[in-house]
């Protein structure tokens, strides 16, 4: 165990909906990280918050979106969802120095 | 060109074999170097991180950094059927890079250690 929740484990939805995926990062990590990790592009990261701030963006879609709140849980929200969006979604803490980062269980969204 | 590249496998070995994993990247700006584990349908989980060029060993584990020719390797010996996972190479630039922290990962090797 990583010490890394995310929540919910599965969700099934369809084209055009919205979702929530909830993390909370390790107990004194400062860092949340996303990543999207689907057969054929393999782990992507998405997006790093640091302290409520976020730090960095990768190959994140305008139809995404992400906060950290002051308890440094993080949500990550999909919009306008479409087929191509199904994917296993990871988050990761770290202590924001990015020399390791520990990974949730992951989100399996299916979209149909 | 992709900034990491890592065979995909699938590799199959006998239970006991010495199996070794390896991936090139290709930005020498890259510090910290990380192995990563993911048994299906879960979340991966980080077995060797290693700073700069050099070996480091875990039990069974030993990951080795080559800066020069931008290739790490990661060693299991008397491997067995529980190590039968995908194994993820990941690179990171490190703090000092304008915080930008992103982990960029290779393709993974999926490893099949049967009995």
């Known amino acids: 165990d990583s010490g890394v929740t995310q929540t919910p484990k599965h969700l099934i939805t369809a084209t055009g909906q919205r979702v929530t995926l909830r993390c909370s990062p390790r107990?004194?990590?400062?860092?949340v990280y996303w990543y999207q990790q689907s057969l054929d592009q393999g782990l992507q990261f998405l997006i790093q918050y640091y302290n409520g701030e976020e730090r960095a963006k990768g190959n994140i879609l305008e139809r995404f979106s992400a906060q950290q709140f002051p308890d440094l849980h993080s949500e990550l929200n999909l919009s306008s969802l479409e087929l191509g969006d199904s994917a296993l979604y990871f988050c990761?803490?770290?202590?924001?120095?990015?020399?390791?980062?520990?990974f949730g269980p992951g989100t399996r969204l299916l979209v149909l | 060109q992709k900034e990491v590249e890592q065979d995909p496998g699938p590799l199959s070995v006998p239970e006991g074999a010495i199996v070794s994993l390896n991936c090139t990247y290709s930005n020498s700006a890259f510090q910290y170097f990380m192995w990563y584990r993911q048994y299906s349908r879960k979340g991966p989980e980080l077995l060797m991180y290693t700073y700069s060029s050099g070996n480091k060993e875990d039990g069974r584990f030993t990951a080795q950094v080559d800066k020069s020719s931008k290739y790490i390797s990661l060693f299991i010996r008397d491997s067995q059927p529980s190590d039968s996972a995908t194994y993820l190479c990941?690179?990171?630039?490190?703090?000092?890079?304008?915080?930008?922290?992103?982990?960029?990962f290779g393709a993974g090797t999926r490893l099949a250690v049967h009995p």
């Open positions: 990941a690179v990171n630039r490190g703090l000092y890079s304008g915080g930008y922290n992103k982990l960029i």
């Open positions: 107990s004194g990590d400062l860092s």
């Open positions: 990761a803490s770290g202590q924001g120095a990015g020399e390791t980062q520990y």
